[in-house]
C-alpha cells in the first residue's frame, strides 16, 4: 500500500502558473514521496499556441531531472475533459488521490493534510470529498476542519470507490429534479449553483465540477474543508470582474501555520454554523448581484 496518494497537475497555456504550483509543492514534505501526474492539455487556436508549446518544453525539461507521468494531449480536450479524464485514469490504478490545476499555489501543509483525511476517511462512506480550499471567512472553530455539502474544486481528493459515479448528465438532473432539491442545492436559494446545470444543457458552458458537487449531493454525502484555507488561486486579481466584496470571500489567504495534528471534527455532520455563515455571505453576493443587474439597466435607459 502506498504511503502518500498521487498529486495530479491539470496544465494549459500559463508557464509562470505552474512554475509557481511545483514550487509550492515543493515545500511539502510528502512531495518527493509522491507520484506526480501532469495532464497537458493542447492548443485551442493559434493565439494559444506557442503558449502551449512553452509549457511543454518546460515539462519535458523538467522531465529529465524529477521523473513523473506526462500525458501530452494530441489535440484540444478542453478543462472539463481534461479534467474528467485525467481523475478517471489516474484513479483507475490508485484508490484515492489529490487534484490541483495550473493556476493554484499551495500551503506547506497541503498534502499533509490532504493525506492524512484522505487516510482517514476512507472507510467513512458519507465522506465523498476532501478540499484544501476554503472562503476567506471567519469560521471561528475549534476543529482545524468542517463538513458542509458543498465541494470545492480549487485543490481537492476523492476516492476511487466515490469517483466512479460521477457522470455529466444535464438532462437528467433538470427532468428530474424537484424545486426543493434545487433549493438545497442552491445553499438555501442563497446562490445559483443550479444555472450552472443549465448552462451546461444549452451549451453555453463546458465544466465539469458543478456535476461532481451534484453526485455527491444526491447521495447526501458531505465534503471536508479546512477551516483556514491551504489553496489560494491566483487567477483572481485586478482584472477579475466581481466587486471587492465578492473578491475577497474567494480571495483566501494561505494558511502558514505550521499544525502538529489537526483537530477533526468529532461527528461526520454537516456544521451548521458553518454551512450558515456561508449562505449569509451568498445572501450578500446575490443582493449586490442584483443592485449591479439594477444599476446597468438604469444606465442603460437613461441611454434610450
Known sequence: MKKYSPVVIFSYNRIDNIKKLLKSLNRNFEFKKSDLFIFQDNYRNLDDKNKVINVINYLKKLRSKK??????????????????????????????????????????????????????????????????WNYNLNFNLEEDAYFTRGMNCWGWGTWRDRWKYFEKKPNVIIKSWTKNKIFRFNFDNSINFFSQIVRNQNNDINTWAIFWYAVIFLRNGLCLNPVKSLVKNTGIGNSATHTKFIKKIFNSKLNISNIKKYKLPKEINENNFAYNLIVDNFSKIKKINLWNKFLIKAKNLTRC
Open 67 to 132: 521523473q513523473f507521468n506526462l500525458v501530452i494531449r494530441e489535440k484540444n480536450f478542453g478543462l472539463a475533459k481534461n479534467i474528467i479524464q485525467g481523475v478517471s485514469q489516474v484513479l483507475k490504478k490508485n484508490s484515492s488521490a489529490i487534484f490541483l490545476e495550473d493556476d493554484l499555489i499551495v500551503s506547506k501543509n497541503f498534502l499533509k493534510f490532504m493525506n492524512l483525511n484522505l487516510i482517514y476517511y476512507k472507510n467513512q462512506k458519507k465522506v465523498w470529498h476532501i478540499s484544501g
